[in-house]
């Protein structure tokens, strides 16, 4: 269970097929639609456990993790951290709503619908390449959304992220209604060719649905098929497979060949409309150009919405939201528990609110603060984030970003507005990682700094959690902490701080004693008339060791 209360999420592995188990729709359009009944209702939850599903939030290592260990930890964290959005919830009612529309109009209890899925099923097993007629009954109106922004803002990750946790991708159904043996696949992703080309269009998407279902599509395809063929056979195995959506990204592609850009949009759009796919368009601000094709092309894209994701504003909900989950990852030792100001400041500064960008520079900076620890150490400084670290990161790996960063910084808006490409790809992460692994192997192999054993993990992490709150660490919680660190391999920082605070509550009773004492003896001696003065006072003290700490069976 989540913190939400929510079951943990149930990631569908990537071309898994799993047996149809049908569940009654309480939305009677979707009542007795085995393709809809086959699928997990979300219209029944709510939106906080939407986003509670859409969530990944990795476990933090061991605090008894080594360095390396760390370092990896972070290296993981790139592909492995989902902070749901608002944003993110409105993308999931839209993809929910065209599945469920597209496939309430291919009903298969509709006898009509049950013909065409046999006679495009039999053709296909057969090698035919004639079209087949779909009868013309099924309404025409295309179902498309346009997701849009610059490259870095997470349009792709996030849809892969919804859908590998929120749908099956392939469902197999043998049920008596559908009127034959198949595997219905949910959804079907594909980028647009860089060619325009409508041929390399439907061999991508043959190869795609070749590969989620185990079939060797792409290998029935020769080099003599005519294009007519190739559409033929991608509306054939579409209508065999029942594709619920088809994600296309990178469609700004369709403006790099001017001569082919509205053969193939236009390819894409009838495609849809003859066999009711819906279709989820990606890709840059570029795409809007598609408009200037004009109003006939313009209003297929996206006819149900056209979202426009642009980057995190600095105080707005979204970035106040993503920030404070993200600072939950920082895994420093001594570091605050809440972002200090200039932190946010300095890392809005040099990712501009890109969501990319700000995950892999604070991830950056954590592996060279490790890396740097010695030098840290020998300043008496904790071992936390600093600007500098950050601004010395940003420098050394985000050289190829620099430019659009001081474009966005500028607020110039036509200037700002033919910016594509704002992400660190995973060549160029991967590459900065490396080095600063490499400078972590390299500290600890010099002996500048060996590796804290468990023991003092535990106790800089206890220390700097006392000094968060407000707890003065005396050296009688000192050789207390020690203490029960010598005595026990195994122990958390829960106990730790526990040992520390019931020490400072005893130790406050045994001061009160103490003066309660001396007030006694310092009348009696007043009544004998004798006052011996400080030097009766300093015999009092003494130094505390460890036998005047209490076992921790003491403590409770």
């Keep these: 269970m989540n913190e939400l209360g929510v079951p943990a999420m149930l990631q569908f592995e990537a071309n898994s097929k799993l047996d149809a188990e049908y569940t009654p729709s309480p939305i009677s359009y979707y009542q007795g639609n085995p393709l809809i009944e086959a699928l997990p209702d979300y219209l029944s939850f709510s939106g906080a456990d939407i986003m509670a599903r859409l969530a990944q939030s990795p476990d933090r290592p061991n605090p008894e993790a080594s360095t390396r260990q760390r370092s990896e930890w972070l290296h993981q964290l790139a592909d492995h951290l989902f902070i749901p959005l608002p944003r993110h919830f409105e993308l999931h009612s839209l993809v929910s709503s065209l599945i469920l529309q597209g496939y309430e109009k291919r009903r298969p209890a509709n006898k009509q619908y049950v013909s065409?899925?046999?006679?495009?099923?039999?053709?296909?097993?057969?090698?035919?390449?004639?079209?087949?007629?779909?009868?013309?009954?099924?309404?025409?109106?295309?179902?498309?959304?346009?997701?849009?922004?610059?490259?870095?803002?997470?349009?792709?990750?996030?849809?892969?992220?919804?859908?590998?946790?929120?749908?099956?991708?392939?469902?197999?159904?043998?049920?008596?209604?559908?009127?034959?043996?198949?595997?219905?696949?949910?959804?079907?992703?594909?980028?647009?060719?860089?060619?325009?080309?409508?041929?390399?269009?439907?061999?991508?998407?043959?190869?795609e649905l070749g590969k989620v279902t185990g079939n060797g599509y792409a290998q029935t395809i020769s080099k003599n098929i005519t294009l007519e063929?190739?559409?033929?056979?991608?509306?054939?195995?579409?209508?065999?497979?029942?594709?619920?959506?088809?994600?296309?990204?990178?469609?700004?592609?369709?403006?790099?060949?001017?001569?082919?850009?509205?053969?193939?949009?236009?390819?894409?759009?009838?495609?849809?409309?003859?066999?009711?796919?819906?279709?989820?368009?990606?890709?840059?601000?570029?795409?809007?150009?598609?408009?200037?094709?004009?109003?006939?092309?313009?209003?297929?894209?996206?006819?149900?919405?056209?979202?426009?994701?642009?980057?995190?504003?600095?105080?707005?909900?979204?970035?106040?939201?993503?920030?404070?989950?993200?600072?939950?990852?920082?895994?420093?030792?001594?570091?605050?528990?809440?972002?200090?100001?200039?932190?946010?400041?300095?890392?809005?500064d040099l990712s501009q609110g890109i969501p990319d960008l700000l995950l892999k520079l604070f991830i950056l900076a954590q592996v060279r603060t490790l890396a740097t620890a010695p030098m840290l150490k020998e300043n008496r400084k904790p071992l936390r984030l600093y600007e500098e670290t950050v601004e010395a990161v940003y420098d050394d790996y985000f050289v190829n970003v620099k430019p659009m960063i001081d474009i966005l910084r500028s607020g110039d808006k036509e200037r700002i507005a033919r910016i594509e490409d704002l992400a660190l790809d995973c060549e160029l992460f991967n590459g900065a990682m490396t080095e600063e692994e490499a400078r972590i192997r390299e500290m600890l192999d010099s002996g500048e700094s060996a590796e804290e054993s468990p023991a003092q993990m535990l106790m800089t992490m206890a220390e700097h959690l006392l000094t968060t709150m407000e707890k003065d660490i005396t050296p009688g919680i000192r050789v207390a902490l020690e203490k029960h660190l010598s005595e026990h391999d195994e122990t958390s920082i829960s106990e730790l701080i526990k040992i520390a605070l019931t020490y400072e509550e005893q130790a406050g009773v045994r001061d009160s004693v103490k003066k309660i004492g001396k007030r006694v003896r310092d009348t009696g001696r007043k009544e004998e008339g004798g006052d011996t003065g400080k030097g009766a006072e300093k015999q009092e003290q003494r130094k505390t060791t460890s036998d005047d700490v209490p076992g921790v069976d003491q403590l409770d």
Aim: net charge neutral.
């Design 229 to 348: 063929q190739m559409r033929i056979r991608v509306e054939s195995l579409f209508n065999t497979h029942c594709v619920g959506l088809v994600v296309l990204d990178e469609v700004q592609n369709l403006l790099s060949s001017r001569s082919r850009k509205e053969e193939l949009f236009n390819f894409i759009v009838e495609f849809s409309n003859t066999i009711h796919v819906p279709i989820v368009f990606v890709g840059t601000p570029k795409i809007l150009e598609i408009r200037e094709m004009g109003m006939r092309v313009s209003r297929r894209l996206g006819s149900m919405g056209c979202l426009q994701w642009d980057r995190l504003r600095p105080g707005s909900r979204d970035w106040k939201t993503f920030i404070r989950e993200l600072w939950k990852y920082n895994i420093l030792p001594e570091e605050e528990l809440d972002i200090p100001e200039e932190i946010e400041q300095k890392l809005y």
């Design 116 to 207: 065409m899925l046999q006679k495009a099923y039999s053709g296909q097993q057969h090698g035919s390449k004639e079209r087949v007629d779909y009868g013309g009954t099924i309404s025409a109106d295309p179902m498309s959304i346009a997701l849009i922004g610059v490259s870095g803002v997470g349009k792709s990750f996030t849809l892969n992220r919804m859908l590998s946790t929120m749908y099956p991708q392939v469902i197999h159904h043998n049920a008596p209604e559908m009127g034959a043996v198949f595997d219905q696949v949910v959804y079907l992703k594909a980028e647009v060719p860089p060619n325009g080309s409508v041929k390399s269009m439907c061999a991508s998407l043959i190869n």
